[in-house]
Every structure is written in C-alpha cells, then in structure tokens.
C-alpha cells in the first residue's frame, strides 16, 4: 500500500461512475475543499492499492505479466470497512497497513490458509478516519492434527448476521427514512446490473489500476478455469455497496463488509437484497443488515452485512 492518498474530486467522480454510485458521482465535483466527502464505501481501498507502485498487479506498460493471485497465490476472501469520521474533500490522508490475524482450515480442495491486513487510513490530526480490514486466502500444506477454527470476527467488525427471510417491503422507497417502515426480516432486491459487461469490467481495471490478466484476457480466464474474463471482487462490492448507499444514504453507514462467496463473470445479471437483520428499539443507535449479491441463475457472489445509523425522524 502507498503511504498517502490524496482525496481528490476527480478520482472520487471516477471511482463512483465505474461503480455506479450516482450521489457521490454528482457531489464529487461540486464539494469544497474542507466539507465532508461523498465517498463510495469502497473507495479508500481501492483508489490506494492505484497509488501503489509497488503492487505487482498493478503493472507498468511493458511488464511481465503477472499470475492470477500475483506471484503469492492469494485470493482476496473478504474484505471490511469501518466508516469511522467524515473524509474531508481534498485532504491527503496517510495509510498505515499492519499485518493482522491468520489462520487455517480444510477446504474440500485442501488446507486453505487465510491471512488479514488492517488498513488505517489517517488525517493530519492522526486521527483514523476509515479502517479497511482485507482478508486474503492461498492453498496451504495439509495441516497436522485437526484443522483450526476460523477465529471469531474482531470485536469491531460485527459477524455477518444469519440470512433473513426475504419478504418484499411494499412501500419501500429510496432514501434512508423508509428504514422506519422495515421489521426485522423485510428486504428489498434491485437489479444492480442487467448485463455485466466488458467495458464495465475494463472501466473498472483502468480506474483503479487492476489490470491483472484474469479480469481482460479470455485465454488466462479459461486457464484459470472460468470461461471467460472475471470481474474483480471490488467491483461486484462496490456495485452492492452503491444499492446500500442509495437506500440508507453514505453518510449513515458505519460499517460495511462481506465475503465473495463466488466469481462474477462478463454477462452475468447481478442483483442485490438488502434486509434488516437486527434492531433494538430505544437501545442501539444503529440498524444492521444483511447485505447480499447474486448472479441471476441465483448462486451468491457476496454474502456481507452493513451496520447504519439509526434514521431520524
């Protein structure tokens, strides 16, 4: 990861058209210097993995091309914000990257090892503003012994809630007010895409400098057992995360994250359903939700939740 990250209108503005995210979109260009950004939730992770010269899949013009996973074999698994203070337009902000927990466990293909980042991204006052929490997994040795459990979530990321029933809310309008209206169990589902296609995946690549060949390359897809070019996992987020912000508002978004259950090719439908999972009345500030993404033949590509401020009346 880069060092620093320059909150800048025209990559807010590009970030949100690639993924769909019409009110940070507008607000990008006209937002002063100083006044609280409309960020997409995923933006800070995405636009400084750009800023890294470092990162291998992230090539020059002209260099070798790197292998599906990089040269370490590590799928990016899941990946966690936590919203914590308004991003001021037009700061610089310093990213602060510590290696987190790791862990293992059996897979039906074999011992998968698992390994966290913890992503602070910092103010001038030091103060942590947004906290990414990526979780990569690689094919590992076959353990000794049993296989270790998978460590609970840490006490700042709330666990993903159980799968609700989903029943359609009848008077559901965008907006964050209409909260009010939901019991626990209601969802909403929208199409985030018909048809996902090329030049979505190939705006996307440019925007954030993911080029890696997986995602533009029919023939290193098919290699890698899909039938053709994949999309990136950040993108299906940040097409789901644009439904949530669109029906709660960004600025009422705490936390936000998930897993990618699945890959999400070029022509695929993709819809998302967001449900109320949990709330207290009169005790939490907050309302969590389940936040789900699937393909249109039905198979899950995101399973993640989202914690929102409670709306005022």
């Not at 006044?35 to 010269?53: G, I, N, V």
């Not at 929208?190 to 030049?199: D, F, G, H, K, Y």
């Not at 890959?263 to 936040?291: H, I």
Request: with cysteine; net charge negative.
């Amino acid at each position: 990861m880069p060092s620093r990250l320059p909150v800048e209108p025209g990559l807010v503005h590009l970030l949100a058209r690639a993924v769909g995210d019409e009110a940070a979109a507008r607000d990008a260009l006209a937002t002063a210097p100083g006044q609280a950004a409309t960020l997409p939730l995923t933006w800070t992770r995405a636009m400084a993995e750009h800023f890294d010269d470092a990162d291998e899949l992230r090539a020059w013009p002209g260099g070798a091309p790197t292998p599906v996973g990089g040269s370490t074999g590590q799928l990016h698994a899941e990946q966690h914000f936590e919203l914590l203070r308004p991003v001021p337009m037009g700061t610089t902000l310093s990213v602060r990257t510590e290696a987190g927990r790791t862990w293992h466990r059996e897979g039906r293909s074999g011992a998968l090892e698992f390994a966290e980042l913890v992503t602070d991204f910092v103010d001038d006052h030091g103060e942590v503003l947004v906290r990414s929490r990526k979780v990569g997994v690689r094919r590992g040795p076959p353990a000794a012994g049993p296989p270790a459990a998978s460590p609970a979530p840490p006490r700042h990321e709330p666990a993903t809630p159980p799968p609700t029933e989903q029943r359609e809310h009848p008077a559901l309008r965008p907006g964050a007010r209409d909260l009010w209206g939901w019991g626990v169990g209601d969802a909403h589902t929208a199409c985030l895409t018909p048809v996902l296609t090329r030049a979505d995946v190939a705006r996307y690549a440019g925007v954030t400098g993911d080029v890696n060949l997986v995602h533009v390359d029919d023939t290193v897809a098919l290699r890698a057992g899909h039938p053709r070019v994949l999309a990136h996992g950040m993108l299906t987020m940040g097409l789901t995360a644009s439904h949530l912000t669109a029906l709660v508002g960004h600025h009422r978004v705490r936390r936000f994250g998930g897993r990618f259950a699945a890959p999400v090719l070029v022509d695929d439908r993709l819809d998302c359903t967001v449900g109320l999972a949990r709330l207290d009345d009169e005790v939490s500030p907050w309302v969590d939700l389940t936040v789900e993404t699937r393909r249109g033949d039905g198979t899950a590509v995101f399973l993640g939740a989202a914690q929102v401020d409670r709306p005022g009346p």
